[in-house]
């Protein structure tokens, strides 16, 4: 089960971190990622990390603005979001990876669980 919080309603220019909480699963042994989907729109990659955080990825519009990080030890993996703008504004979901190809990691159906999804919301 994995659990997404931290989303929030912010200016254009705020940060906010969105954490997500994993349970009944071996954490370690996943790959974890974030996605977004905004109203009217399909669901979209935004940023992943491999088991042991050796490497990272991001979608090109949220490069030098997002840092994915993870935390094995408290099942936990964590999206710092710097300098929104309000074309980030979307619903944002985490999901866990099993697969050791970086390829699955950008692609929705790459992901074996997924996350209830919380709402981040840039005004302008």
């Known amino acids: 089960q994995l659990q997404a919080s931290g989303g929030g309603l912010v200016q254009a220019g705020d940060s906010l971190r969105l954490s997500c909480a994993a349970s009944?699963?071996?954490?370690?042994?996943?790959?974890m990622g974030w996605f977004r989907q905004a109203p009217g729109k399909e669901r979209e990659f935004v940023a992943a990390?491999?088991?042991?955080?050796?490497?990272?990825y991001y979608t090109g519009s949220v490069k030098g603005r997002f840092t994915i990080s993870r935390d094995n030890a408290k099942n936990t993996v964590l999206l710092q979001m710097n300098s929104l703008k309000p074309d980030d504004t979307a619903v944002y979901y985490c999901?866990?990876?099993?697969?050791?190809?970086?390829?699955?990691?950008?692609?929705?159906?790459?992901?074996?669980?997924w996350g209830q999804g919380t709402q981040v919301t840039v005004s302008s």
């Open positions: 009944g699963l071996t954490f370690s042994t996943y790959g």
């Open positions: 990390i491999r088991r042991s955080s050796t490497d990272t």
């Open positions: 999901a866990a990876n099993s697969d050791y190809s970086w390829s699955s990691y950008f692609r929705w159906n790459g992901y074996d669980y």
